[in-house]
Structure formats: C-alpha cells, structure tokens
C-alpha cells in the first residue's frame, strides 16, 4: 500500500471518529441542557423575573410604556411568543433550554475547530456545567458566537448577516452589545482586506436598529426607552451593582484563559486567536456592573479554549474519555439532585410540569389571602418584595410597578418616590417583609424605613408587615 493511500485512510477514519463525536455531542448536550432547566425546581427568582417580564408582553402591557426595565427588549419579546399560545413556565423553560442548547451547539462548533473535537466536547460539558438560567445575557452571547463563525469566513453575505446579529447582541444587552459593534468595526477597517465589508455590515445592522426604531415609535414607548435603557445608565441614583464570591471559579478561569489566550496570539500570530481574544474581551463586559458566577461564566467558557488548546497534547486520548464520561454523570446527577425534595402542583395552571416544594407554594398562599381580605375590604394593597413575581404568577395577575421592583429599574425615578405616589391613596395597603434590606441584595433602599416612619404595622405574618397610612 503506498504511503498516500494510508494518509487518505487516515484521514477518512479521523473525518469518521469526528462526525461520531460530533453526534455524541449533540445527543449528550441536548440530554444535559433540557434536564438541566426542566428539572430545576421552582423558585430561582432570576428566572422568575425574566419570565415574568416576557409573560407581561403576552398579557398585553407594552415594554418601557407600561412597565420599567433597564434591559434591553429582544430576549423578552421573543419568549413572549409562545406564551401567547400557553400562558406557562414550562413552556417557557421548553423555549430557554433549546436557546441554551443551540449555544451549546455553537459553542462545541468553535471549541472543535480551535481544538479538536474530544477537547470541543469537554469544554462543552464545562460550558454546562456552569450554565443558568436563561436570560438576556445568554441570548447575546448565543448571538455572539454566530457572529465569531461568521467572521472566520467573510463574504458579502456573511458581512450582512453578522452585521444584523450584531444589531440583535444590542437589543439584547446595550453595553456590551455596543462594545461588540465597536470592535468589529476597528477588526474590519485594521485590515486592508477586510475594508471592503464595512458597508455590508453597517448595512445589515442599520436594517435592524431602523425597524427596533419604528417599533419603539408605533408602540409608543420611545422616550420610555430612552429613559429606561439610556438616561438611567448616566444618573446618580442606586445602580444594581456589586462583586459576589460565589464566581470565585470563574474568575479563575477567566483569568488563566486570558493569560492563555495572549500567550498564544504572541505565540502564534494567528488570526483566529487574536479574534477569540477580542471577543473574550466583550464577553468579559457582561460582567459589568454585576460581577457574580451568572454574569462571568460566559468569559470563563470562552477563556477556557485557549487553556484547553495549550494542554491537549498533554493529556492522553484515554484520560481525556474518562474525564468526559465522569463529566457527562456528574452534570446529569447535580441536575437531578434537588427533584426529591420536590413535587408536581398542579394547582396553578402556570407551574404545571414544574418542581416545586410545597412548603413555598403554601407560604405565598398565606400571604394572598391575607390580601384577600383586605381586598374585600376596599383596600388597595401594594405587595413590596423580591418575590412579588410568584404571587403575579399564582393569581394570574400582574402588577406593572412591583413586580420587578429593585434597584437600577426605575428609569431615572426612583423607588421611593414611586412610594410616595402611593401613599396619597389613604385606602392604600403597603405589605413588606421586615427584613427586606436582607431578603435581596438587589432590593431598594430606603423603601423600608420610609414606609415604617409613615404608616401604622396593622398585622404580620412571618417576615411580612402589613402597613396602613396614618
């Protein structure tokens, strides 16, 4: 046999073992994302509020005009869609977990070809492992890494394209998105080669932002927006900040991926390195100003394709199998672990198929009927708490103002003066949680104390006070 008839069956068995784990890969991520979001039981409040907001838009209220939010709309308009057929979390978890997993599928994409497939699909698993919930964030980056694939090929066609998802990364998250379209120009108009599709994607993207505009302006909610989404970034009043210890491993991560990453572009000089780590760089923004294991895992996931590149010869073919077979169990076993403790209650038509824990359930029971009463007593009770979102979900209401009353999602308003409007109703009920500067880090000063200065304790349950106006 000649020596070119055994590099061409070499290279056939490669091709075959890549599409074969690029199946596995596929069955793998998809079983490990939809157990990981259907499984999960009720109650992350993270999830609750941006389902909340997206049930919103299918009850009828309009984004910026009839209710305040510091995010950008596209994330939320588009799972909104089906909740217009079935009003459900579980649909809504349906829609979040194939999100996830379609960014699972890009992301392997990218890993494979910086790595190689074995080494695509641990990070991938990586990536899972760290993943959760779905939000605006994740839809940005799932954005994100088509725009990467997008620009290792430019043509015309790809310029236009990558140039309209940039617009949609905006429309998910207004800074980093904006960082992103900023440095995709400066990498189009650094190489003389590439200038030739600036207008292209200026023009994919001016498509986009003109039909965001037209929308904004035939809903009526443009200066809203531009109030939400603009003019409250630039004020003075409370932002939704902080640094949280619990991403301690992803900071790690990304830290060494970053060092990985420069490592290798002045190594190398390769034009795919130096562009992973220009994009790195925006999804490290994500973090910003909310530095915590939700907002960084997506750096930390990127970050880590370098490390792996730089490593993956070091590691032997059978070692790398077992690490992704023990990977693969212990992903699915922590996605499970929790389900015991919970139960399916079917009481409420918007939790059906969801895990819940009866306790919790039973405990926001007590509170809507204490305001029942009231309620029948002509009283207009005003629910101030983190969890004001699951009483919505419950009574299948929804209460504009308070269901995602926290910090930094006032416009340029502020939390206690949207109080002070209320306390002119003299029939006005205001039930707060005693410990509310503790119940969330993410709650609004000032409330409390404002309201126990002005209003009169009339009765308790637990934690919650309800108060009347003196």
């Known amino acids: 046999m000649s020596p070119d008839s055994i590099s061409s069956d070499s290279r056939v068995e490669t091709s075959n073992s890549g599409r074969k784990i690029t199946v596995t890969a596929c069955i793998l991520l998809a079983v490990l994302v939809f157990t990981k979001i259907l499984l999960r039981p009720f109650g992350g409040l993270d999830e609750l509020w941006v389902y909340n907001l997206s049930r919103g838009i299918a009850m009828g209220y309009v984004p910026y005009k009839d209710f305040t939010m510091a995010i950008m709309p596209l994330f939320n308009v588009l799972f909104a869609v089906p909740l217009y057929i079935v009003r459900n979390l579980f649909v809504y978890r349906l829609s979040s977990a194939m999100m996830l997993y379609v960014s699972g599928l890009l992301y392997y994409r990218i890993a494979s070809r910086m790595t190689d497939n074995r080494w695509g699909l641990l990070a991938s698993l990586l990536l899972v492992a760290f993943m959760d919930y779905a939000t605006y964030n994740g839809l940005m980056v799932l954005l994100t890494f088509a725009v990467f694939i997008l620009f290792q090929k430019l043509n015309m066609r790809n310029a236009v394209a990558a140039g309209a998802l940039s617009a949609l990364a905006i429309l998910c998250r207004q800074t980093s998105g904006v960082f992103l379209l900023i440095a995709l120009l400066f990498w189009l108009a650094a190489d003389k080669a590439l200038r030739k599709f600036i207008l292209p994607f200026l023009i994919g993207w001016g ?264």
């Open 207 to 470: 498509a986009v932002m003109t039909v965001f505009a037209a929308c904004l302006l035939a809903t009526g909610s443009f200066a809203a927006f531009w109030d939400c989404c603009f003019f409250s970034l630039l004020g003075s009043g409370d932002k939704n900040t902080g640094i949280l210890a619990d991403g301690i491993a992803v900071y790690i991560i990304t830290v060494c991926g970053v060092a990985a990453s420069i490592y290798l572009v002045r190594k190398n000089s390769d034009k795919t390195d130096k562009l992973h780590l220009v994009f790195g760089i925006i999804l490290i923004t994500i973090a910003i100003p909310i530095v915590d294991m939700m907002h960084m895992y997506y750096a930390a996931a990127w970050f880590l394709i370098p490390v792996l590149k730089l490593i993956k010869n070091s590691v032997s073919g059978s070692l790398l199998k077992i690490v992704i077979a023990f990977m693969s169990v212990a992903v699915l076993f922590i996605n499970a672990l929790e389900l015991p403790q919970t139960t399916l209650d079917n009481r409420y038509e918007e939790f059906r198929l969801i895990p819940v824990r009866p306790s919790e359930i039973d405990y926001y029971e007590q509170i809507i009927g204490i305001n029942s009463k009231y309620e029948s007593e002509g009283k207009r009770v005003v629910l101030v708490s983190s969890g004001r979102c699951i009483i919505s979900m419950m009574t299948g209401s929804y209460d504009p103002g308070y269901d995602l009353f926290m910090t930094g999602n006032f416009g340029t308003g502020s939390a206690v003066s949207r109080i002070e409007e209320e306390m002119e109703d003299p029939d006005v009920i205001f039930v707060i949680p005693d410990d509310y500067e503790e119940e969330n880090w993410q709650n609004p000063h000032g409330v409390l104390s404002y309201i126990q200065e002005n209003c009169t304790p009339v009765e308790r349950f637990d934690a919650f006070v309800w108060y009347a106006p003196r």
